[in-house]
Every structure is written in structure tokens, then in C-alpha cells.
């Protein structure tokens, strides 16, 4: 198995397969983006190769992110591949983060993949705001999204930023409307990532414990000892029954469980979100196209640098700990 230097298992791959997106959310990407020359992408055959290390190395939970994952061209090609290793056993999940707006097309694929479940980035259901958060999404396209994902079976759970002044008088609409669909909810503080030009952290940041105290006025809420191997505190509803988690980088750092590590979609290996350091494997990859030794041992020498924590901070109204690459670029 794969341990980092703070006896940490680590068993969970969050995959960027492109960092290209069909919107520009404004905590995510800067308006005008300049996306990475395809030629430096690793191809689908590498990506699957890298998997397949991982998950010989003992990584046991996959997750495809972007960007948005479902605009690679032939995406479907590597799940397909990829789902080799849920029949053998070998892993234990395969699923993604998605923005939603090509579930329509996708999901009953995703399903016959072996995708049992995935998240949908989702924080407003009024269509203007949502228009005017994503820059250029469409809801009704995203509903439709989840529709088609619910009718292929999958289970769905939105993740939604919370942004203060936006989508604050959304938080008992957003509950409401998952109650009524059988849909997970979480709710994700924002993290500073990217310059994303005149967009103000600070005056976007809504603690993830004021969201709390204030469903607390209308629901009875009860802490739930359950963890998915994430970084979510989960709560159930007593009036509802539903779940909703909380993840919190800012206001409750959760390091000490971490588990994970994120490569991106050119092949480099960050062991924290919240930190700079990264180690390449995109050449351990390449220069060594019938020996997986290498890139093992690359594998194993990054997650031997693999940091505590972060050092996200908000606190004296300064930014602390920003990282200069977009989301987008890491991988949500």
C-alpha cells in the first residue's frame, strides 16, 4: 500500500482527465481561461496505464474530475476501460464529479460502466443567478442532467458552494428540493484558489458553521458518526430524514484524515490540495512505455512528500495559504 510519511493510507485518486470545461464558474476559472495545448495531455491509453498503477499500489476509489470530465473527446472509451477493475474487484469505486450539462447524453453510459454514483457541482436553482455564476451554464440543461442520471440509476448528490450574498437564501430551497428527489447535499466552504481577477475570496466566504446555525432554525439537526472516506461532516434531517454534509477547509481543517491524492490531466501529482508542491509522472510515464517500475517508484517518492496539511486561512480578513493555480487545473 501506498503511506505517507504521517502513516496515512492512501486508497482515493481524484483523476483530472482535461481542464477544459463547458462553463467558468467565477470561484473555478477566470473568464478568459487559456487552456493547456492538447499535446501536453496525457493520452486516454496513459491515463489508463497510470490508473492501473494506482490501483495496483492500492488505491481502492477513483474519481474522474476536470474540468468537466464529459467534454473529452472518447471519455467514454477510457470508463469503459476502466471498468476492468470494478469487475475483477480490484476497486472499489469508479465515479466523477461532473457539472452536469452532458448527463443528458451520458449518464446511462456511466451506469453500464459501473458508475454507481456521482456528484454534480450545483449551487444555485434560480436560473439567472446560475447563468450569472457559471458565466455561460444553463440550468435547465443541468435538471435534466440529473434527471436522466436518476432515471439510469445512479445516486446523485449535488455539491454546492456556499457563497455569501449569493446563494445564502437558497439553503432552505436547496435542502427541499433534495428531500424531495432522494438527493445527497453538500455544502462546500470556498477555497482560495486561482486568481480569478476581480472576484473577492474573502467577501465570498461563508462559513460552513453560520450555514449550519441557520438550517439549525428551521430543521433538527442531528451529527452522524458516518464517514465515505471524504472530507465531509454529515448531519441527518431530522424532519426530512436526509443526509447533508459539510466540508470545510477553512473553518474545520480535516487533514488528519486525508486519504487522497490529485493528478491532473498532464500527469502531475499533488498530494495536497492545499499546498504547491507536486511531483511529475507524466515522464516516468512516457519514457518507459513497457516497464510500470519507474513510474512505481515515482509514485512512491510523491506520496513520500506528502504534506500534513494546508494552510488555508481566512482569519484578519487576509488571504493565507491561496494557491496560484485555478481549481480547474488541480481537479475538483
Given at each position: 500500500m501506498l503511506i505517507d510519511p504521517f502513516q496515512r493510507a492512501i486508497t482515493y485518486l481524484r483523476l483530472s482527465v482535461t481542464d477544459r470545461c463547458d462553463f467558468r464558474c467565477v470561484y473555478c476559472m477566470s473568464e478568459n481561461m487559456q487552456f493547456l495545448?492538447?499535446?501536453?495531455?496525457?493520452?486516454?491509453?496513459?491515463?489508463?496505464?497510470?490508473c492501473t498503477s494506482f490501483i495496483g499500489l492500492g488505491v481502492k476509489k477513483l474519481r474522474i474530475t476536470g474540468g468537466e470530465p464529459l467534454v473529452r473527446r472518447?471519455?467514454?472509451s477510457y470508463f469503459q476501460s476502466m471498468a476492468r477493475h470494478i469487475d475483477s474487484g480490484a476497486l472499489d469505486e469508479l465515479t466523477l464529479t461532473t457539472n452536469g450539462s452532458q448527463l443528458e447524453k451520458y449518464a446511462a453510459d456511466l451506469a453500464?460502466?459501473?458508475?454507481?454514483r456521482i456528484n454534480i457541482s450545483l449551487d444555485t436553482l434560480d436560473e439567472q443567478k446560475f447563468a450569472d455564476i457559471t458565466?455561460?451554464?444553463?440550468?435547465?440543461?443541468?435538471?435534466?442532467?440529473?434527471?436522466?442520471?436518476?432515471?439510469?440509476?445512479?445516486?446523485?448528490?449535488?455539491?454546492?458552494v456556499a457563497l455569501k450574498s449569493f446563494?445564502?437564501?437558497?439553503?432552505?430551497?436547496?435542502?427541499?428540493?433534495?428531500?424531495?428527489?432522494?438527493?445527497?447535499l453538500t455544502f462546500i466552504e470556498v477555497m482560495p484558489m486561482g486568481d480569478i481577477g476581480n472576484e473577492n475570496r474573502i467577501g465570498q466566504y461563508w462559513s460552513l458553521n453560520d450555514l449550519r446555525e441557520t438550517l439549525a432554525q428551521t430543521y433538527r439537526l442531528t451529527d452522524l458518526s458516518e464517514r465515505t472516506g471524504g472530507p465531509a461532516r454529515y448531519v441527518r434531517v431530522e424532519e426530512t430524514g436526509q443526509k447533508i454534509g459539510f466540508i470545510t477547509p477553512l473553518s474545520h481543517n480535516f487533514c488528519e484524515s486525508c486519504n487522497r491524492v490529485r493528478i491532473t490531466c498532464t500527469g502531475e501529482i499533488y498530494t495536497c490540495l492545499g499546498q504547491e508542491g507536486k511531483s511529475d509522472l507524466r515522464a516516468p510515464l512516457r519514457d518507459n512505455p513497457h516497464d510500470d517500475a519507474p513510474l512505481e517508484d515515482a509514485i512512491r517518492?510523491?506520496?513520500?512528500?506528502?504534506?500534513?496539511?494546508?494552510?488555508?486561512?481566512?482569519?484578519?480578513?487576509?488571504?493565507?495559504?491561496?494557491?496560484?493555480?485555478?481549481?480547474?487545473?488541480?481537479?475538483?
Open positions: 495545448p492538447k499535446k501536453e495531455l496525457l493520452s486516454l491509453e496513459e491515463l489508463d496505464r497510470l472518447g471519455i467514454m453500464a460502466c459501473g458508475v454507481k458565466r455561460w451554464g444553463r440550468l435547465p440543461q443541468v435538471l435534466r442532467g440529473i434527471d436522466a442520471a436518476q432515471a439510469a440509476g445512479l445516486r446523485v448528490k449535488l455539491n454546492a446563494n445564502e437564501d437558497e439553503l432552505i430551497p436547496m435542502a427541499e428540493f433534495c428531500a424531495e428527489r432522494g438527493l445527497d517518492a510523491a506520496i513520500g512528500l506528502k504534506p500534513k496539511g494546508h494552510d488555508f486561512d481566512y482569519s484578519r480578513q487576509e488571504l493565507g495559504g491561496q494557491m496560484s493555480r485555478h481549481m480547474s487545473h488541480t481537479g475538483g
